[in-house]
Structure formats: C-alpha cells, structure tokens
C-alpha cells in the first residue's frame, strides 16, 4: 500500500469518530433445559433512562416483560412470571429466567429510550426515540419461521431433542427450551 493511500484511509478513519451500538444483546441465541436458569443480557450506550423487555412469540405482537424507569427501578408488564431483572447501571438491564419452562421459547428484543411522560402504553407513546434491536417488524415473522422451531422428534448432534434453525443475522435474542429432562 503506497504511503499517500495508507494516509488517506488513516485520515478517514479517525474523521469517522467513535460508533455508538445503540442497544446490544448477548448472546444472540440460546438454548437451555427446562429448569435451568438462564440470563439475558441487555446494554445501551446511549445514556437512556428508560429501558425495556419485550418478547414475540410467532404470529403474536410485542408483549411487554418487564420495564425501567432508571437506575435500581423496575415494573412487571404483561407478561412478567417467570422474569426478573435488575438495573444496576443507567447501561445494563439483563433479563433473568430463573427456572426456564417450554412456554417462554421466543424471540426476546431489548429497547430503551429518553424519559417522556408515563402515559398508556409505554411504547406508544415513544414514536420518536426509541431503539429496538434489529430485525426490522417486517421481516420478524419471516425470520421467526425461519429462525426459530423446537421439534420434539428431532436428536441433534449433542442428543438434544432440538432443531436449531440458522439463526440469521441479528441481534436478538433467540431462546429453545428442551422438554427433555437432560441435554
């Protein structure tokens, strides 16, 4: 690489300046035996107080799991049994399954938001501000269909009874419960 390339592509890149992820989870996806406790973690570098759990079961919206309002505040939503979370950090909100069963197998997002009024339902009246991972509510029931499908019937490769789907190129959080007593 000539020494006037090298610069110009140097140059560039420090004029680029820092990215921000906006919100992050991790893992993208898991699998776990039923009773087994699991978390999933939620961080944002955006300095939002407000930070939320959804999840989404296949051919169903959004439900709400569990709320933010900052640092060492949390509120059950709709679907909050089975589900605790804690806010240690304006940054983080990991979501914890405790003793995971069959019904919670679904599609997790993770969103946050600067602080608005308390009004009906919280993601609605956030139109502008708020960041919920990647993949787009368009293509979530494709990628739900393609993603994610225990079949009991099935033994995979570590005796698991599982089919894991390829998973995509997102950041959700995808969790597979087995009904199997062990993996």
């Known amino acids: 690489m000539s020494p006037c390339l090298l610069g110009c592509v140097v140059?560039?890149?420090l004029q680029a300046g820092a990215v921000h992820a906006g919100v992050t989870q991790d893992p993208r996806f898991q699998v776990v035996r039923r009773g087994q406790s699991v978390t999933l973690k939620c961080t944002q570098d955006?300095?939002?107080d407000r930070m939320y759990w959804y999840r989404q079961d296949l051919g169903h919206g959004l439900r709400p799991i569990h709320y933010s309002a900052g640092v060492s505040t949390s509120?059950?939503?709709d679907v909050p049994d089975g589900y605790s979370v804690s806010r240690s950090s304006t940054e983080n909100f990991p979501l914890m399954?405790?003793?995971a069963n069959r019904s919670q197998t679904s599609v997790y997002f993770c969103a946050s938001s600067y602080?608005?009024?308390?009004?009906?339902?919280?993601?609605?009246?956030?139109?502008?501000?708020?960041?919920?991972?990647?993949?787009s509510t368009g293509s979530l029931r494709a990628l739900l269909a393609?993603?994610?499908?225990?079949?009991?019937?099935?033994?995979?490769?570590?005796?698991s009874n599982l089919t894991a789907r390829p998973w995509g190129p997102c950041g959700t959080i995808?969790?597979?419960?087995?009904?199997?007593?062990?993996?």
């Open 11 to 13: 140059f560039c890149l």
């Open 46 to 48: 955006l300095g939002h």
């Open 75 to 77: 509120e059950p939503r």
């Open 97 to 99: 399954l405790e003793s």
């Open 115 to 135: 602080s608005t009024a308390l009004q009906g339902h919280l993601l609605s009246v956030q139109k502008t501000g708020v960041h919920v991972q990647a993949p």
């Open 146 to 159: 393609r993603c994610l499908q225990c079949d009991p019937g099935y033994a995979g490769e570590t005796g």
């Open 174 to 183: 995808h969790l597979c419960l087995s009904s199997a007593a062990s993996m």
